[in-house]
Every structure is written in C-alpha cells, then in structure tokens.
C-alpha cells in the first residue's frame, strides 16, 4: 500500500513553483539571449527550444525522485541509497564546495548590472554585490517557509519584468532580423546549446527541500511541470524579440539594450531592477538547498557535527547556513581579488554540477522503479548527463579534488577503525531525516 506523506505548514504549489523558478530563470536572462544570438544568430531560437526539451527528461528525473523519496541530502542522499556513503559524499562535497563557487558569479554580475544601469562608478560594484548577497542569508535565516513566500514574490516580480519586455519588444521585430537563418551553420546552433545548458541548471535544487513540502508526491510534480512551462516560455520569447529587434550582435547586456531600445525612459531602469531580484531570487533559492544538505551531512558524519541542527523536516539549519554564507564569503573574495574575472569561477560550478548530475541520475537508474515513468527519464537524462561530463572534462579538476577528499575521509575512518559500516547514519543520530519504508514508496519521518 501506497502513503502519502503531509506535513501541515509545510510548502505548497505555489511556493514550491516559485522556488523552481527562480532557481532556473534566473542569471541566464542576463546575458544568455546575447551569447547565443552572437553564436548562432536566429537559429539560436532553434538551439532554446532543444534545451527545453532536453531538460524535460532531467526535471521529470529529480521531480519522480523528490516525489517518492523526500529527503534534505538531495541528489546526494539518492546516491546514498544506490551507491553507499563514499559517493553520497562526494557528490554532498560537489555541491556544498564546489556549486557553490556560483556566488560570486551572481553577486558581481547582480552588481555590475545596478551599477551599469544607476550610473554608479562600476569600482563599487563588488560592494553592491555584496550587499545584494546578504539578505537572502538573512531570510533564509527565518526558515524555508518564510524563504518561500519572500520567493513567491521575487518571481511574481521577475515574471512581470519578462512580461513587460517582451510585449514591449514584440512590435519592434523585424522580420528582416531572421535572415540568414543560419549565419554560423549548425556548429553555431551546437555553441549555443551548450551555452543554454547553464540556463537549465537548477533543478536539483528542490530535491534538498522536498521534505519541506506539505504532500511531496502531489506537489513536486505541479511544480516542476510549470515551471518547465514558464521556463521554457519566457527564454523563448525573449530569444524570439532579442533577435528580432536587436539581431545578431546585441551586446554585452542584451535586456538593457533591448529595453532602451523599446522604452528609453523607464526600460533601463526596470532591468536593473530586475538584475537585483534575479540575483536575489537565485540566492534564495538556492540558500534553502545548501542549508539542508550541509544540516544532512553533518548528521551522516560527513561535515562536522556541529553544523546538524536543521536538518529535519521543518527545522532551520542555521549553523549549516553560516557555514554555507562562510564558503559564499571565500569565493567572493576570491573573485574580487583576482580582478572580477568570474569565467574561473563558473567552470567551478559547472564542473561540479555536471557531475552531480550524473552521479544523481546514475543513482535514480538504481533506486526508481524500472520501465515506470520517471525511470525511463532517468535513462534518458543519464545519458545526456554523460555526455556533459565529456564535453566539461577539461574543468573537471575542481570536482576531481573534492572526490578525492571524500575517499580520504572514507580511508581515514577505517585506518580509525571509525567507519560508518552502513550507507546511513544510527537512527539515534538522524534528527529526524526521511527515509523510504517499501517498494512503493511511503514514506515517513523516524
């Protein structure tokens, strides 16, 4: 017999859908449309809606595994279950070390935009980085639900901003701006897809907090199936009017170009706002999912001990966060002292990213029950999942160090004669983590 498992107060449909939002359109919307116009012209439109479709099999992966297994480790506490404790915690390292070299990427590019677009002097933009890096930390600081609202409204905002250029810009397409169709042939159609893969990063993000959802099983499904819409939609729109009105070359800061060019007086203005609330809509969302993962490690012994309050259903990992808020600390220090270069510091995430994403959809082969559904996604998502880890081998370095890591912490356990024998902590010392009880997939707290 199959159980659904509610938790009053929890997150519901709405919330859950904005927190998958954010965590997809988010920093691409910024520079995306131009990279990909420049490297494929009006094919790029071609090259966005095959990333839509790629990322199908990928969140229908991570909505089937959230939905039938709520648990705050995320893709690492599937890799748990199919792998055993030494790649659970590699892929736990990838995410809370390695992803996490993100935020600078979003701080300094959420600065360079306000300051760009406010006239400020662009010296001060690590400050304004900065500061838009502290509120998220200080919501997520009042719990998920609380986080959750606050991110209802970011993506409101953020969905308005979409709206607001794209029927701006509609009437100013031209036709001509379509031709050729393909400048740069189908190598520039590949370029582009490769680039948009970033846009599409995110959707592990709900596999940390599906614990905190009111019905996992219900909720989760809806929310990653709007979000593709929405997603999908919005980045393809835009792709249709930057070309159309800008056309191959838009610029650096495409939205602001594309904004001036249709509204002058209020169009700038309105996208340096919508700089702040997508860097802060990405940080929202993702703080959630560091919280719970670093509070679920440390109760696996896989992080200091120290930092495990939090992660039951419902808890705050606030000493998870500080230490999360400590690592986002380094990387921006990191970054502005080496000039603001962030191409570093992408390939970090990237690297790390792409092979959370193969170890999580090696693991859904294993756990998910074969030939349903959402097995079926996994072997698709798996596949191109691979496939990313071969064309990002070069920056894989990173991601290579922290696995290594791992491996020593499993060697010196058992040189201690202190390993964990099994690929879960003693019951005892859980703090109430979610495990899954039968084949088909009830679960309950214990």
Not at 386 to 401: I, M, W
Not at 415 to 442: K, Q, T, V, Y
Request: charged share 10%; with cysteine; net charge positive.
């Amino acid at each position: 017999m199959t159980h659904t498992r509610t938790r009053p107060g929890g997150i519901g449909v709405l919330q859950g859908t904005a927190l998958y939002i954010a965590a997809i359109l988010g920093s691409g919307l910024l520079v995306l449309p131009g990279l990909t116009a420049q490297a494929a012209g009006p094919a790029s439109i071609l090259a966005v809606a095959a990333v839509i479709l790629l990322a199908v099999p990928l969140a229908g992966t991570f909505a089937a595994l959230s939905a039938r297994y709520p648990d705050p480790s995320g893709v690492a506490g599937y890799v748990r279950r199919a792998m055993g404790p030494t790649a659970a915690r590699a892929t736990g390292y990838w995410f809370c070390f390695g992803v996490a070299a993100g935020f600078p990427v979003l701080a300094l590019l959420g600065g360079g935009y306000v300051t760009a677009i406010a006239g400020i002097d662009s010296a001060a933009a690590p400050l304004v980085g900065l500061a838009i890096l502290l509120p998220p930390f200080a919501v997520n600081m009042l719990g998920v639900r609380t986080a959750g609202w606050v991110q209802f409204v970011l993506t409101g905002a953020l969905t308005a901003v979409v709206v607001f250029v794209v029927a701006a810009a509609f009437p100013a397409v031209q036709p001509a701006r379509f031709t050729p169709f393909l400048p740069h042939g189908w190598a520039g159609v590949g370029t582009a897809i490769s680039l948009f893969v970033w846009a599409f990063a995110g959707w592990e993000v709900g596999t940390h907090l599906s614990g905190e959802f009111r019905n996992p099983r219900r909720a989760i499904p809806i929310a990653t199936a709007i979000a593709l819409a929405v997603t999908g939609g919005a980045y393809l729109l835009l792709q249709v009017v930057t070309v159309g009105v800008l056309g191959s070359a838009p610029g650096d800061i495409p939205l602001v170009t594309l904004a001036t060019a249709v509204s002058p007086g209020t169009g700038p203005v309105v996208i340096g706002a919508a700089a702040g609330i997508i860097v802060l809509g990405v940080l929202n969302a993702y703080l959630a999912a560091f919280g719970k993962l670093g509070a679920s490690l440390a109760v696996a012994g896989d992080l200091p001990r120290i930092f495990a309050p939090g992660a039951e259903a419902g808890g705050v990992p606030r000493r998870a966060l500080l230490l999360t808020f400590g690592v986002a600390l380094t990387y921006f220090a990191a970054a502005v002292l080496t000039g603001g270069d962030l191409e570093t510091f992408i390939l970090i995430h990237t690297g790390n990213m792409v092979s959370i994403y193969a170890a999580g959809m090696i693991a859904a082969l294993r756990i998910l029950p074969r030939r349903t559904p959402g097995w079926w996604m996994a072997l698709a998502a798996a596949v191109l999942s691979l496939a990313l880890l071969v064309l990002n081998v070069s920056h894989l370095a990173p991601a290579v160090l922290l696995a290594a890591a791992a491996v020593a912490v499993t060697v010196w356990r058992r040189l201690r004669g202190r390993g964990i024998p099994s690929d879960a902590p003693p019951a005892s010392e859980r703090g109430g983590l979610l495990e899954d009880r039968g084949g088909l997939g009830g679960v309950h707290l214990r």
